[in-house]
């Protein structure tokens, strides 16, 4: 049978890289700017903090190249969409081809290494307590970062002035440069910052999911970040619920199929997706207005003409 | 609304545009005979005409002086399906054209393209590999196989061998692929050593004919030293997605398989066994890095020699067309070292087992062998002929499963 | 300091310019990376951007073949400019061209062996509706639940490939294939190929239909009522409620259009130059056309000649793959790059630069 116990651990450790790009693109769209070079920004953290951790020999050094290759890939976009004014569609779908290229090329020398290893956040013995216990205190470092984000993201955006100035930003551009906002200022740090989500997304795969590196290993991780995203109806708790559900669905037709329950494969294997779209149907049928809150001004591209 | 007439002009430009450029296209004659994929039963002597014409007159681009380059090295191509760097599949078919070239240093010219999509992109790669001067050309994935006969169809001076295919159209193809089977055996008899729950895991990838006869090779010699055992398959639908891999490792040891076989190539699996203390087998590569535990063998895809012997064939002039199935005796299926994580007399046994499938002397699917429904597939002391093994579509007698579909 | 100025009216000048010199720019900054790679730059930017067009070995071979490459790309990004022009979005081509390649070739194949001459064009409407049936998935949920468009769009794509798996190992494999994956070959019997219509040429029935699709979506924007309701609802969506465009039938059309000609590309393609239903049948046609319709800047011209270009670096570049050995990565980052400039430098039609501040505000 299924213990609940290694599924909700599984699929948290699952999640993580999902939710930490999701987390940072829906950032970055909150503040008007769609950028689709999630997949882009992923691999070269993964690359990044791959490289680092391998030489400096440390996993947490990692991380904090990770970010930074994302970011810095992120600032590319930075300046194209918000210095030349680019089609940001385009621009994110061209992130993304060059960050894999260049990923792959960078990483070359890479492949069939094991990075050093990343200790769990807490000690063997309080995590073997009870369920309870093996849920909550079983993770890594970056689990938990994962979470602290979530909640920190959430009480930003709506708590905060700088949250406030964000998602007018988002909403109504011209109105907020009205008021004396720098619009593209504030769109550049967003996009840094969902850069700097994806590329920490990419290092945890790297580092902690595979743990190797070989090219092309995102296999469209950011893409599934993106709808997560848009499942959340850009709220950061429903990207979470939203992330968890899509590892959850994964992670347990992976379990269904290896116990000796059967179901059919196919199904079992197009799951993660359909149920993903079924829930999203429920959830917009039920609250018609609340769910298309997609920022006003997503996508389009600011020019103060004042 | 009033002005129609930019309109007009603006429609005659794209219509202009669009002529100009099949124009253009048809404009030069196709050297050695390069027409793509489709005959020439549709052929329309009286367009092309006007076509050329038209051409001619826009601009003169027809520079269709064919022009036979011929190097002076044999020039070999190789057409892979994923990325060199994969450490998989390709990585080792890329070994093979280096020992291509470390053994015949400057009489030979390999050039390779990869991450070449099945299909129509396959084709043109071919056909331009060609056109820059190769002689020989080793497509490596099931999927080129349309394409590779078509090509050859084409160009009867060149010779192709085309891996893990069936189909040899014309006497310029040969195909080529391993007896992965005899390697699975091996491992499946030290994985029913060696699991303690009785429980072996199995990451799959796609339901066809070489990951089922895998499946069974591993399970027939797992539950020949281990009647318990019984066999949990996961099928990923992917050759290569690493997180996902890495997933229904976990998933299976969280279903108490403490040894888990696996048909995707990354190393994924690897860190998931060796944190659950599981045993599991390097696949394509050695992957020695998670040697002498949780890798505690490996099963190696060794194109080496095969490729190194069939270039020489063909730069001597001697090359024939041929379907070749070898296995461990031809070294084309290797077997990775076993560590000392695998109890000495298990090792014996296994290289026992290694032996008399080099020999000749056993064969692992030896009957009486039944299939998954109870019927007879296989009486004793039978073993089946190539053919129906290489499709092999059913599961034998004991695992408790269904392929999907 | 430099500063942009906003252009009553784009430059005419720079609308043909500024590609031109992105290109030169990417022949540059990519003749630096393949430095830097230890390849010859010059002899790498020749490769990719001239010898596919005029080398006399391969010009005769690559010319038709850029067609065949791009045919597909256009195709598909005619259909999905409309949606993205009137603000609908529908990323999930390449689950409806997989579709539409399923359909099409399962009807074809229910025929088998027939020759008559009736399937092929059957086939046609067959993954046409395939792919319509596809994308309205998204549409029916958009207009009934208000599920957003992107992420149904998108995840169908895994669902389908999902089927696409099955349908090759499964429901349309080969009967007389050994066991092994994939269907009939549809392009080697003649009642369902798809044939080159100009021999030699590379013009087989995908590529003849989109050329016609991009004269009917010039037609459609410029003289239809759709195409003007398209571009209102895409500039100005409360002034469309205001004129009485319906919404949903908007998004109903957009996706239905863009579906059945996903579709339909993937069945050409399927029948035509790829030959087969296969595990791994599609190559990313439905995520480039999104590029090439962006970078067409969502016209039907501007697309013609974006996935021509498009085509060219992905010939160019197996090209320099196997005349000098340059890793397909750099290929790719190297098409990154080129997509970089003419985005950047599309600036230029738009708007002026300017030095110096501001004068007043």
Not at chain 1, 159 to 184: F, K, P, Q, S
């Amino acid at each position: 049978m299924i213990d609940p116990v290694t599924l909700i651990v599984a699929l948290i450790g699952a999640s993580t890289p999902i939710l930490l790009a999701a987390i940072g693109e829906l950032v970055v769209e909150k503040s008007g700017v769609l950028n689709l070079g999630v997949e882009g920004m992923m691999i070269i953290g993964a690359i990044c903090g791959f490289m680092t951790a391998v030489n400096i020999g440390f996993s947490w050094s990692g991380f904090v190249a990770g970010a930074a290759g994302g970011a810095i890939l992120s600032v590319v976009f930075a300046f194209l969409t918000q210095f030349l004014l680019s089609n940001q569609v385009a621009t994110g779908l061209a992130l993304t081809l060059f960050g894999l290229g260049l990923a792959a090329l960078l990483g070359e020398a890479y492949s069939g290494i094991s990075p050093p290893l990343t200790p769990d956040l807490f000690p063997q013995t309080l995590q073997e307590g009870s369920a309870i216990s093996s849920i909550i205190f079983g993770h890594d470092p970056v689990i938990y970062l994962s979470l602290g984000l979530v909640a920190a993201v959430w009480y930003v955006l709506q708590h905060t002035r700088a949250g406030l100035i964000l998602r007018a930003v988002g909403e109504n551009h011209d109105a907020a440069h009205a008021l004396g906002y720098r619009v593209v200022r504030i769109r550049c740090l967003a996009i840094i910052f969902g850069g700097a989500c994806a590329g920490l997304g990419g290092a945890y795969l790297s580092l902690v999911r595979v743990p190797s590196w070989t090219e092309g290993m995102t296999a469209g991780a950011g893409w599934i970040a993106l709808a997560i995203v848009v499942f959340a109806s850009w709220r950061p708790w429903r990207a979470l619920l939203g992330a968890y559900l899509f590892g959850g669905i994964a992670a347990l037709q992976l379990r269904l199929q290896a116990s000796d329950i059967t179901v059919p494969v196919v199904l079992l294997d197009m799951s993660p997706y359909i149920v993903t779209i079924v829930v999203l149907v429920l959830m917009s049928s039920n609250r018609v207005r609340a769910t298309l809150n997609a920022p006003a001004a997503l996508g389009k591209v600011f020019h103060a003409s004042g | 609304m009033a002005d129609h007439s930019w309109r007009v002009k603006f429609m005659g430009l794209i219509l202009f545009i669009v002529a100009g450029i099949v124009a253009w296209v048809a404009a030069i004659e196709p050297n050695r005979n390069t027409c793509p994929n489709q005959g020439d039963h549709k052929m329309n002597p009286t367009f092309k005409r006007i076509a050329r014409a038209v051409a001619g007159a826009l601009l003169a681009l027809g520079l269709a002086a064919p022009v036979a380059a011929q190097d002076d090295p044999f020039h070999v191509g190789f057409v892979y399906v994923g990325p060199v760097g994969d450490y998989g599949w390709t990585w080792t078919h890329d070994q093979g054209r280096q020992a291509v070239e470390e053994a015949y240093g400057d009489k030979v010219h390999t050039t390779y393209v990869e991450s070449v999509p099945e299909g129509a992109d396959a084709e043109r790669v071919m056909t331009q590999m060609i056109l820059n001067g190769a002689d020989m050309i080793f497509t490596t994935s099931f999927g080129y196989m349309d394409a590779t006969n078509n090509v050859a169809a084409r160009f009867p001076d060149v010779v192709f061998e085309h891996a893990t295919g069936y189909r040899r159209d014309h006497p310029n193809v040969a195909t080529y692929s391993a007896r992965f089977y005899e390697g699975r055996a091996v491992m499946g008899h030290i994985a029913g050593h060696m699991t303690e729950s009785n429980i072996v895991g199995y990451i799959a990838s796609h339901p066809i004919p070489e990951v089922i006869r895998g499946i069974n090779a591993a399970y027939l010699h797992a539950a020949q030293v281990n009647p318990d055992v019984e066999f949990r398959i996961v099928w990923v639908y992917t050759w290569f997605d690493p997180a996902v891999e890495a997933d229904a490792a976990q998933a299976l040891v969280d279903a108490g398989a403490d040894v888990v076989l696996q048909h995707t190539d990354s190393t994924a699996p690897m860190t998931v066994l060796a944190e659950a203390g599981a045993y599991g087998f390097g696949q394509a590569s050695d992957m020695l890095q998670f040697a002498p535990a949780p890798r505690i063998s490996a099963i190696l895809d060794q194109w080496s020699a095969y490729y190194v012997r069939r270039v020489g064939e063909a730069m001597e002039g001697t090359w024939e067309q041929a379907d070749t199935w070898d296995g461990i005796s031809a070294g084309m299926v290797g077997i990775g070292k076993m560590t000392d994580a695998i109890p000495p007399e298990v090792r014996a046994s296994a290289m026992a087992l290694l032996d008399s499938i080099a020999s000749g002397e056993y064969h692992p699917f030896t009957g009486p062998i039944n299939t998954q429904d109870g019927q007879v597939w296989l009486t004793a002391g039978e073993t089946p002929e190539d053919g129906p093994l290489a499709g092999m579509e059913f599961y034998v007698e004991g695992i408790d499963a269904e392929i999907p579909n | 300091m430099l500063r942009l100025e906003k252009r009553p009216a784009p430059a005419r000048g720079w609308i043909i310019g500024a590609p031109i010199l992105a290109v030169l720019l990417t022949m540059v900054a990519g003749g630096l990376m393949f430095a830097l790679l230890g390849k010859d730059p010059a002899e790498s930017i020749r490769v990719i951007f001239w010898d596919p067009l005029f080398d006399d070995r391969f010009a005769g071979f690559s010319r038709p073949q850029l067609l065949v490459k791009a045919g597909p790309l256009i195709l598909i990004a005619i259909g999905l400019s409309l949606g993205f022009r009137a603000g609908i979005w529908n990323i999930g081509a390449e689950g409806q061209y997989i579709i539409g390649a399923i359909c099409g070739a399962g009807f074809g194949l229910a025929f088998f062996p027939s020759e008559n001459p009736l399937i092929f064009p059957g086939m046609i409407i067959a993954g046409a509706l395939g792919g319509w049936a596809w994308a309205m998935i998204p549409a029916i949920l958009r207009t009934r639940f208000r599920t957003n468009e992107i992420l149904v769009s998108l995840l169908l794509v895994y669902v389908a490939e999902a089927i696409l798996a099955t349908a090759a190992t499964g429901f349309l494999r080969n009967p007389d294939g050994a066991g092994f994956p994939g269907s009939r070959n549809l392009a080697r019997h003649p009642g369902t190929d798809n044939p080159e219509i100009f021999a030699g040429t590379g013009v087989h029935w995908g590529v003849m239909t989109a050329f016609i699709a991009v004269i009917a979506a010039c037609v459609l924007l410029n003289r239809h009522i759709l195409g003007y309701q398209i571009k209102l609802a895409g500039q100005a969506p409360r002034a469309a409620r205001f004129a009485g465009v319906n919404a949903a039938r908007l998004i109903i059309l957009c996706l239905g259009i863009s579906g059945a000609v996903a579709g339909m590309a993937g069945l050409f393609e399927v029948a035509g130059p790829a030959g087969q239903i296969s595990i791994d049948f599609n190559s990313g046609y439905g995520f480039t056309a999104i590029i090439v319709a962006f970078l067409g800047r969502l016209h039907p011209v501007g697309i013609l000649l974006a996935g021509l270009l498009m085509a060219l670096t992905f010939i160019g570049g197996e090209l320099a793959q196997l005349m000098l050995g340059v890793p397909a990565p750099a290929i790719q980052a190297f098409q990154g790059m080129l997509l970089f400039f003419l985005l950047a430098l599309d600036v230029l039609s738009n708007y002026q630069v300017r030095i110096g501040y501001r004068t007043a505000a």
